[in-house]
Nanobody, 123 residues
Framework: VQLQASGGGEVQPGGSLRLSCAPA????????MAWFRQAPGKEREFVAA??????YYADSMKDRFTISRDIAKNTMSLQMNSLEPEDTAVYYC???????????????????WGQGTQVTVSS
């Protein structure tokens, strides 16, 4: 596992969670970092990405989620507010080079992945 994700858990609708991601070792490029998620029975989907301070979000999450980085610590976070049952999924962090030929929302842009952390939104 090249990336380590943490912070998942169970929360009620309307609640908040903060996910964190850190490389297991500092020997690969993390110029582009992102979060994806995969709900049961569904394909993995893009959540948010950050590169050189610019952030990108999936439309359904841009008003509720905030992605950020701590360059000094080489970590990334995802603040999730106003969580809904539809946000229930395994969340994966990913890292890749600044340029890969693929868009930031394409999984092929990333060559390092975390093990995933479960987020459950339920009353």
């Amino acid at each position: 596992v090249q990336l380590q994700a943490s912070g998942g858990g169970e929360v009620q609708p309307g609640g908040s969670l903060r996910l964190s991601c850190a490389p297991a070792r500092r020997t690969f490029s993390t110029a582009l970092m992102a979060w994806f998620r995969q709900a049961p029975g569904k394909e993995r989907e893009f959540v948010a990405a950050i590169k050189s301070g610019t952030t990108y979000y999936a439309d359904s999450m841009k008003d509720r989620f905030t992605i950020s980085r701590d360059i000094a610590k080489n970590t990334m976070s995802l603040q999730m507010n106003s969580l809904e049952p539809e946000d229930t999924a395994v969340y994966y962090c990913a890292a890749g080079p600044s340029y890969s030929g693929y868009s930031y929302y394409n999984q092929r842009a990333y060559n390092y992945w975390g093990q995933g952390t479960q987020v459950t939104v339920s009353s």
